[in-house]
């Protein structure tokens, strides 16, 4: 005969021994137990995964290491998914779910969520997909982390839907509208039921992985996408062909809130840079208000611009100050002329042109200094002409000054903006620009709280067949304009 005692023990070590299958839907699971890979199990290259400091440290040639416990025998269709994520300098790595087991090669089922903060490869393809990307169909240009500091990746799976969050900001949403656009080969990268698997991508990236732990959820309803086909498969082809639908041209002006441009970015797949106008009379006029600023921004999931105002930008902040910013842009709209008139170019009362002619050769003159000069990422509000004369802008800027204006933007290596408000510059003055190898950005410039939906760019990238290397996008830290070219004392000219 059995004590009770003893049969309780028993009965207590079975319970533990199989904790895993008593466990509740939602409730959170551990998949990894910190010390081996128990219940996982790698393909192609078995040895890219190993343990280190109870970390799971993927490190090795391309492999895909897949959960194959018992929970749930590792299939799950709605849930939450949370690790701690180290990457290190030039990592690319990425979870993968939904999917399915496959002998080797980049999974053709499921969708990935893409871990990259500064992978950078030599070769023909630049990788421009950052950490909070689903793959190919929604991604994040932007800086979610930073390397060598552990941050959460947490996503979240209901039914035909994804949310991404890093360190507990929403960064992306993707919402399948059904039958969506898919390339012959991707017809199986769609929302389903699968496995799991973290991606090692190759022997140059090294990526940690610890605490992963995953919730089951219910069944749930549907999600009605957000906008309708046209558009999703408009969005989906250029996020699927790596290129940046970024508009870097965003103010918080007519009353437009950061969590409405944050909203309109995730209903529309369109990443924004949001800039204050800084400069003298601006709210951000020197280094303090800068960094008060900034502290407001900081975590948002947006590219943070400058808008640099007047020419005495340049002596209102220090380098350091004005590199905390992702990228730096100016116009030729705000200038004194040479009767020492300071004219704003959209204000009709201060615009003075006596002689056209005398007029541009002092505008393309204006250009050339800032554009030389000033230490900026991009010209934006481009070949802007004032009210007066803006029915003779083809006539006005002549080919001799198209050819000034598009050589010192390619020497200097400024990004020149495709601006959608004002839908300048001409489809001739892009062809120009694209044939000296400017790179271009995309930009609104809005005076109200309507962001629109970029169609005058949409219009070039059909026109001008551009593709992602003819985009711009903003340089990583120690490599900014005003890190490498600093501030001038003084523009001259
Ligand atoms: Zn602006």
Not at 305 to 320: D, H, K, N, V
Not at 351 to 356: G, L, R
Not at 454 to 479: A, H, R, S, T, V
Request: charged share 30%.
């Amino acid at each position: 005969m059995i004590k009770i005692s003893t049969l309780f023990f028993i009965t207590s070590l079975i319970i533990i021994a199989t904790s895993c299958s008593f466990q509740k839907d939602g409730e959170w699971v551990n998949l990894f137990n910190g010390t081996d890979l128990t219940d996982w199990e790698a393909n192609e290259n078995k040895d890219a995964f190993k343990v280190v400091d109870g970390t799971i440290f993927c490190d090795g040639k391309r492999s895909h290491l897949f959960y194959k416990g018992d929970y749930k025998k590792g299939v799950f269709k709605n849930f939450e998914f949370k690790a701690m994520v180290k990457t290190l300098p030039s990592s690319n790595s990425g979870i993968v779910f939904h999917t399915q087991e496959q002998a080797r090669g980049p999974l053709l089922v499921g969708y990935e969520v893409q871990i990259n903060h500064s992978y950078e490869r030599e070769g023909d393809f630049q990788e421009l997909k950052k950490t909070g990307s689903i793959y190919g169909y929604r991604n994040v240009y932007f800086p979610t982390h930073n390397d060598e500091e552990w941050f959460e990746l947490h996503f979240k799976v209901i039914e035909n839907s994804v949310e991404v969050f890093v360190n507990g900001t929403k960064v992306n949403e993707y919402i399948q509208p059904d039958d969506p656009w898919r390339r012959k080969n991707d017809k199986y990268q769609k929302f389903n039921r699968g496995l799991i698997a973290i991606q090692c991508h190759d022997e140059f990236s090294k990526t940690y992985f610890k605490d992963i732990k995953i919730k089951v959820l219910p069944d749930a309803e549907k999600i009605t996408p957000p906008t309708d086909k046209e558009w999703d498969t408009k969005i989906t082809k250029l996020h699927h062909a790596n290129f940046p639908v970024v508009d870097f041209h965003v103010h918080l002006k007519g009353g437009l809130k950061i969590e409405e441009v944050i909203e309109n970015s995730m209903k529309l797949g369109i990443n924004y840079g949001v800039a204050p106008n800084c400069g003298l009379h601006f709210p951000v006029t020197d280094d303090k208000s800068l960094y008060a600023y900034m502290d407001t921004v900081k975590s948002k999931p947006i590219f943070r611009g400058m808008q640099a105002e007047g020419r005495e930008w340049i002596s209102l902040f220090s380098p350091e100050a004005i590199a905390e910013f992702d990228y730096v842009f100016t116009d030729a709209m705000t200038w004194t002329d040479n009767e020492g008139h300071r004219m704003r170019l959209w204000m009709e009362d201060e615009v003075f042109i006596k002689n056209e002619e005398d007029f541009m050769n002092q505008l393309i003159s204006k250009i050339e200094s800032i554009i030389s000069q000033e230490p900026i990422d991009i010209h934006v509000n481009p070949t802007f002409l004032p009210a007066v004369i803006a029915d003779k802008y083809d006539e006005l800027w002549t080919d001799e000054r198209i050819d000034r204006f598009v050589k010192v933007l390619a020497d200097n290596h400024v990004a020149l903006e495709i601006n959608s408000r004002y839908r300048i510059p001409s489809e001739k003055i892009l062809r120009k620009a694209k044939e000296a190898g400017v790179k271009f950005s995309f930009g609104t410039n809005n005076v109200t709280s309507e962001l629109g939906q970029l169609d005058y760019c949409f219009e070039m990238i059909e026109k001008l067949k551009l593709n992602y290397k003819d985009m711009f996008l903003p340089k990583p830290k120690g490599q900014k304009p005003v890190e490498t070219k600093g501030l001038p004392k003084e523009i001259t000219g």
